[in-house]
Each structure stands twice: as C-alpha cells, then as structure tokens.
C-alpha cells in the first residue's frame, strides 16, 4: 500500500498531510519503533523515542506535532505525517492492514442451544457452546467454542463471546461488548454471614449488567450480587485478572489495568483510571476521573479528579515526597539511636 493510500484513509481531524509529498514509499507492514525494518511504518509519540528517528529504518513515520523531529525525519528521506494523537492514528494505521478472524455466521452442529433461545441474524456460534434456556442473543453476535451462557441471559447485538468464557443466569449483556477467554461474568459473589459454626452462606440472587462497549479481559470475574445489581458503565475496559465484587456500580469510560481488584459495594465514577494491581476495599467510593497509580491500596474515598499512589493511598504528589525519603531512613535511624543513647547520658 502506498503511504498517500494511507494517508486518504485515515481520519482527517487526526493528522497533518505529509509535508513531502514527493516522499510515497511502498508500505508493507507495521512495525514498533524499536523493530521498524524498510517498507514500514511505525510512530513516535513521545521525548523517549524521540532520538530514534536518527537511526529507524522505517519508511514512514507518524509523528507528534514536532517540527524538529518532522525536519529529522524530512533530512533521512522518511515519509511522515503528523498527528495530535500519534498512538491513536498508529492504531487506525493498523486498521487498515489487520482485521481480527471473524467466523462466518452459522451454528455450529455440535452447539447446544435450547429450543426457547431468541436468535438474532447473522450470528456465529462455535463448537461445543451451550445457550441456556431463555437467553436472548442480538445480531451479528459472535460466540466461540466452549462459551457457556447460563438460562436467562441477554447478549447484545454485536458482542462477541471468546472461547471458554462463562456467563452466569441473567446477566445482562450491552451491545458491542468483548468478553475474553477465561472470564467469568455473573458468578456467586463472595457472600458469607459468620455464625458459631462457621459461616452461612447468603444467597446471590441479584445479576449483573455490562452497558454497550464494555470490554472484559481474559480471567477477570465480574460478581453476581446478594441482591440487587453489579453494574458496569459504558465504553469501560477491564484487562486480564481484574476482579470485580459483588455490588460494585463503575461508571463509563473507565479502564482498570491487570490484577486490579475491587471488594463488594465500590462506587466507581466516571473516567477512573486504575494502573495494575489496585486494590480498593468495601464500600469505597472513587470520584469522576481519579487516576490510582501502580500497587495502590485504597481504604477510603477518592475526590473526583486526584489521583493517589501508595498503601495506604495518599495524594501523589506527597507520595513521591514520602518515598523519595526512604533511602534516607537507615541514616536517620542510626542518628535517633546515637541521639537516644547521648541522652540517656
């Protein structure tokens, strides 16, 4: 594909026309910068990338709005484009080389499906899935082999259902979500009263709901409450082994990276962002587009907008402050000793 078919079929809002146009190389894959080879294309979106535009060998670039990486690359004979959104304009770039496998749309014979099954148009379901009774599939929904979705349930037109995922009874399913391998959505939550003898077990008689656009990554869990729902926003993403308890309410346009792990009833706004390995305890409450860095522990609130780091979480800024004195501390606690004895003399 030649680098001005690419250019007329991205986006216009995102990007600059190549100021050279002279400069129309054959393209033939899409690299990362760090692999780009000739008849590539790749993109630089940062400073720490910056000084790679001196040596890729790639044929084509997209840049940010940089004009001395723009005359770099213009000096090394590299075609280029400039974007406010390099990453987003390298993702449509991929776009156009790479479609994921899509099955035709046809019922496997080797499917079980139960004869009170609504079935939309259009829809792929593989090998060995099983549709409970009652469950309603939209169109165009793509379900791989060994996916299990229990009586009851809605699947939304557009969703597709990777293999060996599990959709526990009545979960409700939006339009054009993703549930990856190996997740389970609408299990029992972690329900148990302690009496003498041990524990009792209360009953998760509630469901959950996935809004449009949700997307789950490979071994998360999503709970099924007591009573009640555990509801999830639209357009929010959750990567692979994110836990979600029962009666947690997270709102749109989130994104929660891997290991993330939210105790029952959290309150989740809108646009949070949550970095690998959070953990947020019972009840908390989390405001409009709070960021949580890596490994935070959160046992309170968070305002709408902060953004915390450490365990317990703490404002960021006074978190860099705490840990920049860590190294200090074995000096400090020699000069608490030495003081201590002096005084005791």
Not at 221 to 250: E, F, S, W, Y
Request: aromatic residues 6%; negative net charge; hydrophobic residues 35%.
């Amino acid at each position: 594909m030649k680098f001005s078919d690419i250019i007329s079929q991205l986006s216009p809002e995102s990007h600059s026309l190549n100021q050279n146009p002279e400069l129309n190389p054959e393209i033939v894959t899409i690299t990362p910068i760090q692999g780009a080879i000739a008849h590539s294309i790749s993109y630089i979106e940062g400073g720490k990338f910056a000084k790679m535009v001196a040596t890729t060998p790639a044929s084509a670039l997209i840049l940010p709005c940089d004009q001395t990486l723009q005359e770099n690359a213009t000096n090394r004979g590299i075609a280029w484009l400039s974007s406010s959104y390099p990453r987003l304009t390298f993702a449509q770039t991929i776009e156009l080389f790479y479609q994921p496998h899509r099955p035709e749309a046809k019922i496997h014979p080797k499917a079980v499906i139960d004869d009170g099954v609504i079935m939309g148009k259009n829809v792929a379901i593989g090998a060995n899935a099983v549709i409970g009774e009652g469950v309603t599939v939209g169109d165009d929904v793509v379900i791989h082999p060994n996916v299990v979705v229990y009586p009851h349930c809605v699947v939304g037109d557009r969703t597709e259902l990777h293999s060996n995922c599990s959709i526990n009874e009545r979960t409700q399913i939006g339009a054009d979500c993703v549930i990856q391998s190996g997740a389970v959505i609408g299990a029992e939550g972690f329900g148990f009263v302690p009496v003498p003898q041990g524990w009792y077990k209360m009953p998760q008689s509630g469901y959950v709901i996935l809004e449009d656009g949700v997307e789950i990554g490979c071994n998360s869990t999503v709970d099924r409450p007591a009573v009640g729902t555990t509801t999830i926003g639209k357009n929010t993403k959750l990567d692979n082994l994110v836990h979600i308890g029962h009666n947690c309410q997270i709102g749109e346009n989130c994104a929660f990276a891997g290991q993330v792990g939210l105790a029952g009833g959290v309150t989740v706004g809108n646009r949070v962002i949550l970095g690998g390995q959070v953990g947020i305890a019972n009840q908390a409450v989390i405001g409009d587009g709070a960021i949580a860095s890596a490994q935070t522990g959160i046992s309170s609130n968070v305002k709408s907008g902060e953004t915390v780091s450490g365990t317990p979480s703490m404002p960021h800024k006074l978190y860099l402050k705490v840990a920049g004195m860590y190294k200090y501390l074995p000096d400090m606690y020699k000069f608490y000793k030495e003081l201590k004895r002096n005084n005791q003399n």
